[in-house]
C-alpha cells in the first residue's frame, strides 16, 4: 500500500512525511512543486529510504497527477500543497486561488477518476484527506466560545477564502459524487522546518541576527498554536479513523496574544543564547497593522478527542522550547533558506 501525499517538502508536508515513518513502513509518493516554500533539505534524512518516492510537479498538472495514480495505486490522497502565506496573499492573491482553488480541484477531479474505477475492498478503502485551517471560520471576538465545525464559514483574507473555497469543493465532490474524503481544519501550527516569513520562526532568526522583531498593530491578537507533530498525529487519526464527509477541527488549547509569543521566545533566546548586548526583549517593534487582521482565532478540539481519541501530546511550554532549540541547533538550514527570494519578500513586507 501506499499514500500520495501533496506539498509534503513544505512545513506542515515534511513534519508529516518524517513522523510518519516512524510508525509505518508503508511507501509515500510525494508531490511538491517546490517553490520559495517547499525545501527538499527538510527531507535530507530520506535521501537514500525507498520507501519515500519525491515527484517535482504541480498538483494542477492533471496528466502528471493521473499518471502519478495510475503507476502508484495510492490508498490515499494527504493533501497539503497550498499557498499558505496570509502576508503574501495581500500582496498577491492570484497564486493562491491557482494553486488553493484549482489545484485542489484538479486533484479532486484526478481523485474521482481514479476511485471511480477502483473495486471491493481497495475502492471501499480509498480516502481523499484534505488539510486546511481554523481561519476559514473567520475572526472570534473576545467572549465569543472556540471555533466547532459547525461555525459558518467567514473567511476574511485572500488566503482564507481560497482554502474556505477548496474546502466547499471537497465537499461538493463528497455529497454529489460520493468521493470519500474527510476535512482537518487546523489551528496555527509552530515547530522544525517552520519557514522563517511566519511569526515564531521569523522573531527566532531575527533575533538571533540581531535585528527588529516586528509586531503588528497592538500585538493582542490571538491564536491557538498546536506544535507541528500533535497536528500530524491528528491527520493520522482522522486519516484512519475518522467519518467519510465528515470534518475536524485540530487545535492545542493554547490561545496567546502574539506580544506574549514574541515575549516567550525572547525569554527562551535569553536563557539558551544569551546576547551580551542584553535581553531580546530589546529588539519588539511595532509596526503597522496587517490589513483585515483576524483578531482572534480559537478551535474547539472536543469532536476529534470524543470521537477518536485524539489529544495534543506536547503543551505550549514544551512545544516552544523544543522549537526554539531546534531552530538554535540547525542555524545552518535557515541561514539556507534565507536567499534572495526571501531577502525580497521581507524588504517588500517590512520595509527597509
Ligand atoms: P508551506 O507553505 O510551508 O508548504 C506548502 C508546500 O506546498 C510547499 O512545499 C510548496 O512547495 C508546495 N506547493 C505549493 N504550491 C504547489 C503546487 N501548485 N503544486 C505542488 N506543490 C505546491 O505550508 P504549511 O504551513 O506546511 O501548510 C500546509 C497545509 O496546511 C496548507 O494546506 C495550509 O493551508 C494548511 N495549514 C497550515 C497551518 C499552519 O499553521 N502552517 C495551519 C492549518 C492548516
Ligand atoms: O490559523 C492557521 C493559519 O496560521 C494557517 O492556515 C496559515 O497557513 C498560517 O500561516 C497561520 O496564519 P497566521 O496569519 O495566523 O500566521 P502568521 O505566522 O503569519 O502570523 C501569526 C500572527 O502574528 C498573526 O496575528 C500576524 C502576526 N505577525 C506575523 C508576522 C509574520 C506579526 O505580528 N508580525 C509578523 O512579522
Redesign the pocket.
Known amino acids: 500500500m501506499t499514500i500520495l501525499v501533496t506539498g509534503g517538502a513544505g512545513f506542515i508536508g515534511s513534519n508529516f512525511v518524517l513522523d510518519w515513518f516512524k510508525t509505518s513502513d508503508e511507501p509515500v509518493v510525494n508531490l511538491d512543486a517546490l517553490t520559495y516554500a517547499g525545501n527538499l533539505e527538510n527531507l535530507a534524512s530520506l535521501k537514500d529510504d525507498a520507501r519515500h518516492i519525491f515527484v517535482k510537479g504541480d498538483i494542477c498538472d492533471r496528466a502528471l497527477v493521473d499518471q502519478l495514480l495510475a503507476t502508484h495505486r495510492p490508498r490515499a490522497i494527504v493533501h497539503f500543497a ?1 499557498e ?4 503574501r496573499s495581500i500582496h498577491g492573491p492570484g497564486a493562491f486561488m491557482r494553486t488553493n482553488v484549482e489545484g485542489t480541484f484538479t486533484l479532486l477531479e484526478a481523485a474521482r477518476g481514479y476511485w471511480g474505477a477502483l473495486e471491493g475492498d481497495a475502492k471501499a478503502a480509498f480516502r481523499f484527506h484534505h488539510v486546511s ?3 476559514v471560520y473567520g475572526s472570534l471576538k473576545p467572549q465569543d466560545p472556540p471555533f466547532a465545525e459547525t461555525n459558518a464559514y467567514e473567511p476574511n483574507s485572500p ?2 477564502a481560497s ?1 474556505a473555497a477548496s474546502d466547499h469543493l471537497v465537499r461538493a465532490w463528497h455529497h454529489t459524487y460520493g468521493l470519500p474524503v474527510v476535512t482537518t481544519n ?4 509552530y515547530g522544525p522546518y517552520h519557514f522563517p ?4 520562526p ?1 522573531m527566532i532568526v531575527n533575533a538571533l541576527a540581531g535585528k527588529p522583531l ?4 497592538d ?1 493582542q ?1 490571538i ?2 498554536w498546536l506544535y507541528v507533530t500533535d497536528h500530524c498525529s491528528g491527520i493520522r487519526a482522522v486519516l484512519a479513523g475518522g467519518t467519510l464527509g465528515e470534518t475536524y477541527n485540530i487545535g492545542g488549547w493554547n490561545e496567546k496574544a ?1 506580544i506574549d ?1 514574541v515575549k516567550t521566545v525572547c525569554a527562551l533566546l535569553d536563557e539558551l543564547r544569551p546576547d551580551p548586548a542584553g535581553p531580546y526583549a530589546r529588539l519588539i517593534t511595532y ?1 503597522k497593522d ?1 490589513p483585515g ?2 483578531r482572534r ?1 480559537a478551535i474547539d478540539a472536543r469532536k476529534i478527542e470524543r470521537d477518536l481519541g485524539w489529544r495534543p501530546a506536547e503543551t505550549f511550554e514544551t512545544g516552544i522550547r523544543k522549537t526554539v532549540q531546534w531552530y538554535l541547533a540547525n542555524e545552518d538550514w535557515a541561514s539556507r533558506v534565507l536567499s534572495g527570494a526571501y531577502r525580497e519578500w521581507v524588504s517588500k ?2 520595509g527597509a
Request: a negative charge; hydrophobic letters at 20%.
Open positions: 497550498a499558505s502565506h496570509v502576508d485551517t481554523d481561519e488566503y482564507s482554502k487546523c489551528s496555527n501550527n516569513e511566519k511569526l515564531i521569523l516586528p509586531v503588528y498593530g500585538g491578537q491564536r491557538d502574539n509569543i509596526v496587517r487582521h483576524d482565532y513586507q517590512y
